[in-house]
């Protein structure tokens, strides 16, 4: 069989399936369908790079044996019937609730909303929307406090660090968004 019979045995049965693969694509119609394909990769990209790897994640949330060792002990807790040794809480200090804080943000603090606040602030404001998005960006309170901890200090340290994270993925998402627009604005020239 020949290649050029071969070649409209495939037109024939693309076409009885509907497809028509003889329609050619003007050149803004490629061109378009890159940019989409390049936003999209450069979205995905930039939304994974924001997020630690599940390892990373699971090290950051599980303590270590020997985290909990500085501070004094504040108290001795209730011995229930089926226990026979007291247990020992330790309260930590400033330093200590401060960083613990900080690790817990930066394993638990979810910043997707700042992420994609900036996409659209780059997108419809430029460079000026990243800049205002990024300023804009705040801290939060956590979720919980730990027994144990410092509050004031697991508080600030929680805070700064949910605060960096907001900013950070609010610049990477206001820069993509400037990027898409101007590759649009580029593409349709």
Do not use: C
Not at 68 to 97: E, R
Not at 119 to 138: C, E, H, K, N
Request: proline letters at 3%; aromatic letters at 8%.
């Amino acid at each position: 069989m020949s290649s050029t019979n071969l070649r409209n045995n495939e037109l024939e049965f693309h076409q009885h399936l509907g497809l028509n693969l003889t329609k050619t694509r003007t050149p803004m119609e490629v061109v378009m369908k890159h940019v989409v394909l390049i936003v999209g990769l450069l979205l995905s990209i930039a939304v994974l790079g924001a997020t630690d790897s599940l390892a990373d994640l699971m090290e950051k949330i599980e303590p270590n044996s020997d985290q909990y060792t500085q501070g004094d002990v504040i108290y001795l807790a209730q011995l229930q019937s089926n226990q026979t040794k007291p247990v020992l809480v330790t309260k930590l200090d400033f330093n200590s609730s401060y960083n613990q804080g900080i690790m817990d943000a930066t394993a638990l603090h979810s910043s997707t909303g700042w992420f994609f606040g900036g996409v659209a602030s780059g997108f419809f404001l430029g460079l000026i929307g990243t800049g205002i998005i990024v300023l804009a960006a705040s801290g939060s309170e956590p979720s919980f406090l730990p027994e144990n901890a410092d509050i004031n200090g697991y508080r600030q340290g929680y805070f700064r660090k949910s605060k960096a994270k907001n900013q950070s993925n609010a610049a990477v998402g206001g820069v993509l968004g400037t990027a898409a627009i101007v590759l649009i604005i580029l593409s349709a020239q």
